[in-house]
């Protein structure tokens, strides 16, 4: 287990339950917007969760009542942090600040879920988007409100987004700005899952289990087959997967497997 799970952080809190590494942003006087010291914390800890290979899978939420809010409209009003300096500046702010976030996220081998416990605004819908599966409650909003402060989606959104709803669905939402409530969102798949908000930890929890159950090492090739199915043709896909499959077939895990199977019992991966 890395110490890093030990550390204390200003606007995350972190906490490792087994073989699941839950991340909560821990801003709620700000709604979970996003700092500059968040930015770099939850980067960190998310490479370091991805290489610690007693980590199975991840949970991004936030505290108190929002998700994340996105942006710091307080740090845009007073042009601090990282709405700071002139264009140039700027753009070299989101270059090596908050675009980190979707470039940490697209290099994870580990499966994210975000437990969307409340809004879920700008960056902070995008932060969604980026995590594998998301499961909200009646209190779940998401917007890709940039265009209603004059912006663009400048950590990815706009990447992400389409990729979750599709083309035509992700430029109304971004063209418009509006608010999705949870049941829309469960429609267009901005949520896989939707429950009460007293039920909220315990269904994820119970979608974690079910994936934990799972060896992790066929849970990480199966994440990176289907994020590779995204961007490449068929015969390079094809050649990916049967090296994974070549892999996978040799693993402790895979006997474990056919093993469980044959004895109609429930099988005991270890991660090899």
Known sequence: MSDYYEKSFNDLNVEKKGAVIWI???????????????????????????WD?????????GAGKNFCAGGDVKAMEEQTGMFAGDPEELRRRYSKGIQQIPLTME??????????????????????????IRIGCQFS???????????????????FLQRVVGYAKAMEL???????????????????????????????????NSITANSPVAVSMIKKAIRNARTVE???????????????????????????????????????
Request: glycine letters at 8%; hydrophobic letters at 45%; charged letters at 25%.
């Open 53 to 61: 290979e007693s980590v199975w899978t991840i949970v991004i939420t």
């Open 174 to 208: 971004s063209l418009t700005g509006r608010i999705v409530d949870p049941d829309e969102a469960l429609d267009l798949g901005l949520l896989n899952q939707l429950v009460d908000q007293d039920e909220l930890l315990a269904a994820t929890e119970k979608l974690v």
């Open 107 to 132: 290099s994870l081998q580990t499966p994210v879920v975000a437990m969307v416990n409340g809004a879920a605004i700008g960056a902070g819908c995008d932060l969604a988007c980026m995590c594998d």
């Open 24 to 50: 909560t942003l821990d801003r709620p006087k700000y709604s979970n917007a996003f700092s500059d010291e968040m930015i770099v914390d939850l980067c960190h800890i998310l490479r370091e969760a991805d």
């Open 141 to 159: 909003r998401f917007g890709e409100t940039f265009a209603k402060l004059a912006l663009v989606p400048g950590d990815g959104g706009a990447f």
């Open 234 to 272: 068929i015969y390079g896909h094809l050649d990916l997967v049967a090296a994974f499959q070549g892999i996978t077939q040799r693993t402790h895990d895979h006997a474990e497997g056919v093993l469980a199977l044959k004895e109609k019992r429930r099988p005991k991966f270890i991660g090899n």
